[in-house]
């Protein structure tokens, strides 16, 4: 066992042999003057805001790139695929 031997029972919390303790102060505030939910919905509204807003770059710049890719895709298909794309057709295959 670390630290040396067993020293027997010291008795149980606040009353372990030592001195007594004095001049501890302690303050609380009632539970029906607390405001714990004080501003919340007005502060979760702006920080997802804020938090939505600075993320726009990263989802929205993928997103719209994406789209572009897909209609200009379909186009291309629809073009060639149509009478006027055949030849076009003919020459990529």
């Known amino acids: 066992m670390a630290g040396g031997g067993h020293h027997g029972y010291m008795g149980w919390w606040g009353d372990m042999g030592g001195p007594k303790q004095r001049g501890i102060i302690t303050y609380s505030v009632s539970p029906y003057a607390q405001k ?44 060639l695929y149509s009478k006027a794309g055949r030849e076009d057709l003919e020459k990529l295959l």
């Open 36 to 79: 714990p939910f004080a501003g919340a919905l007005h502060n979760a509204i702006f920080n997802t805001f804020r938090r939505v807003s600075s993320q726009a770059f990263y989802v929205v710049l993928p997103a719209g790139l994406l789209i572009y890719v897909i209609s200009a895709a379909k186009q291309r298909n629809a073009y």
